[in-house]
């Protein structure tokens, strides 16, 4: 691969990883005290709603139907096209003590009066959330169980000071995510919950990336303090992993600003987690494990003892 960064002197990453930790703490004490205080803004995917389906004469103008509905305090539907560009489905928050055809009725008097009456009703119907407490709490054990096995799979692949750092590196990420969407009161629905899923995933493949060249470095260079090594492991790294983070985030900019209104809090998502996937695979996988004592003997290979070695010779 080309290399973009070209240096033969090593960055020393490391000696900044006290500002990174009192940033990281900041943000995540921030994160958990805005989800304990403002929760998060739950989609109509775990709230459900009333589902309405109405029909235009031409191709529907799917932004225009959005600002009408936001106008008139309607904000946060979930607004799409149904079958065909004719066909409009639209999702609504339920309201308290207000029955789903009510609620029917004025979107579609607030569509008439918008399009000239030529918008008809096919359907109105209240379904419940897609995703239930027993989803929820089946999703939340496995995402429990997919930790314990990375945390088992680096162990064993690499060290266990690794395993621990690359674990809490990915616990650091989608706890920053989940707080940027409760700060910023982002709708939170299963696209969100997608891209966080793949957060994670991009977050584990770069500080495996990491592991790797660290374990290499220590058995390669026999000279030097544990700091310097993973200096070196980080700056022999830096060039793949800015070539990855930039191709990843152009494509995310795309979608973020041409995806349209359904994408935009997927693109939000996988957008913030790939910014801070990657400096946590820099700052908090390797400080972490470097705290906990990581050194040369840890990584070294056992050593085989050879055949007849323990005989003593012949006279």
């Not at 993973?230 to 041409?258: E, H, K, P, Q, Y």
Request: hydrophobic content about 45%; overall charge negative.
């Amino acid at each position: 691969m080309h290399e973009i960064i070209k240096t033969n002197k090593t960055i020393s990453f490391m000696r900044y990883r006290m500002a990174a930790w009192f940033m990281s703490g900041l943000l995540i004490v921030a994160s958990i005290v805005s989800l304990s205080v403002n929760q998060l803004n739950w989609g109509l995917d775990f709230t459900g709603g009333t589902v309405i389906e109405v029909g235009y004469e031409t191709a529907a103008d799917l932004p225009a139907v959005r600002k009408t509905l936001d106008a008139n305090g309607f904000g946060g539907a979930v607004v799409q096209n149904f079958g065909t560009q004719q066909d409009v489905l639209i999702r609504i928050e339920p309201r308290e003590g207000v029955k789903a055809q009510e609620l029917g009725n004025e979107i579609l008097s607030l569509l008439q009066s918008e399009s000239n009456g030529q918008v008809e009703m096919r359907r109105i119907e209240f379904v419940g959330p897609q995703v239930g407490d027993e989803l929820t709490e089946q999703g939340g054990l496995a995402m429990l169980t997919a930790l314990i096995c990375i945390l088992i799979y680096i162990a064993l692949r690499f060290e266990w000071r690794l395993a621990l750092g690359a674990v809490g590196a990915l616990a650091h990420d989608v706890i920053i995510t989940l707080g940027l969407f409760s700060v910023l009161g982002l709708e939170f629905d299963l696209t969100v919950l997608a891209a966080l899923l793949a957060v994670i995933g991009y977050s584990i493949n770069d500080t495996v990336v990491v592991c790797d060249r660290v374990r290499e470095n220590f058995r390669k260079y026999h000279k030097g303090t544990s700091e310097e090594t993973i200096d070196g492991a980080l700056t022999d790294t830096m060039s793949r992993t800015v070539i990855t983070s930039l191709t990843t985030i152009l494509v995310l900019v795309a979608l973020f600003f041409l995806g349209g209104q359904l994408i935009h809090g997927f693109a939000t998502a996988l957008l913030f987690g790939v910014v801070i996937g990657t400096y946590s695979s820099i700052y908090i996988a390797s400080s972490l494990a470097l705290a906990l004592g990581v050194s040369r003997e840890d990584l070294m290979p056992p050593e085989v003892e050879k055949e007849g070695e323990d005989l003593d010779p012949l006279p």
